[in-house]
């Protein structure tokens, strides 16, 4: 701006020089005098006009500069949109989550008080709403978990492995012990060892003596998964590092009686396997050991 104001008085002082050079050139009587003036004249008007287009020069730029800052602001001004859309966007999700968070309160504290979640003691599990041991997992709790995480129980006639035929298998004595009693747990981690020997570097383990292995928090269903399955097999690397469930290949519940099946406990375990051990793709298999399977 100040090279413009000043080339304006350039112009202007060439301008008040011309006109003074041109009234002593017509009044000059001596014909070399005119000459002269006259010669002045003309180097002041180039000198003028090359003052003029640097000046129409300047006053381009200038224009195109505040067309630049205009075009700034613009940009400025709706980045600021943006933000203020943006900042509204997360207010209403985070109000959503709020509300989302209030109904599943709300629901499991109603499923607490119908007695729905089933007791966590001897199960080394929080006793807390929401808190949910596998073991009692049943058909409302699955409801809920299925409708979040969009997984279902597809009932089918036939295995879907076909496992090789085994000749002379030694029959499973259960103790009168509870199946979750150490003394069958530890009998039923021999006997699937003599019986289905695992792969190279897998073994089979007692999963209950961990019993944390399934923990897993479902924030969206608004439940905490709590205790273990009953035997794993799993990768030795694994049980070696003292990570079991990030190695697991097979989750087994063990049940003296069929009538006891639990198909939403297992689906439950599966789920949390699969999440501890994504890439091995582990199944579930809730067994008697004796003829019944699922």
Avoid at 14 to 41: C, F, G, M, P, W
Avoid at 80 to 91: N, R
Avoid at 133 to 152: A, H, K, L, M
Avoid at 249 to 263: A, T, W
Wanted: glycine share 6%; with cysteine.
């Amino acid at each position: 701006m100040e090279e413009i104001e000043k080339l304006e008085r350039q112009i202007s002082d060439l301008e008040a020089e011309i006109r003074v050079l041109s009234a002593k050139a017509e009044s000059a009587e001596d014909t070399e005098d005119k000459k002269y003036y006259r010669a002045l004249v003309l180097k002041k008007l180039d000198r003028l006009l090359k003052e003029q287009e640097l000046l129409v020069e300047k006053e381009d730029n200038l224009l195109k500069e505040k067309e630049l800052l205009v075009k700034e602001k613009e940009l400025l001004l709706k980045e600021k949109e943006l933000l203020v859309k943006k900042e509204e966007k997360e207010i209403l999700l985070l109000e959503k989550d709020k509300d989302l968070r209030k109904e599943n309160l709300l629901r499991l504290q109603r499923l607490g008080a119908r007695g729905e979640f089933g007791s966590a003691a001897g199960l080394g599990v929080e006793s807390t709403a929401g808190s949910v041991p596998i073991s009692g997992v049943n058909s409302t709790t699955w409801e809920d978990i299925r409708t979040v995480y969009n997984v279902v129980i597809r009932m089918v006639s036939t295995a879907l492995l076909t496992a090789a035929e085994v000749h002379e298998t030694e029959p499973f004595s259960w103790q009168p012990q509870g199946e979750a009693n150490p003394i069958n747990r530890n009998a039923a981690v021999q006997y699937l060892s003599r019986m289905v020997p695992p792969p190279a570097g897998q073994e089979w383990y007692d999963g209950a003596a961990r019993r944390n292995m399934l923990d897993c928090d479902l924030p969206m269903a608004g439940i905490k998964l709590r205790g273990s399955c009953d035997i794993a097999l799993c990768t030795s690397a694994a049980v070696r590092g003292n990570l079991p469930e990030h190695g697991l290949r097979i989750v087994v519940e063990l049940k003296k009686d069929e009538v006891n099946f639990n198909p939403y406990q297992l689906a439950v375990e599966l789920l949390v396997a699969n999440q501890r051990s994504p890439f091995l793709k582990p199944i579930g298999v809730m067994t008697d050991l004796v003829r019944h399977q699922c």
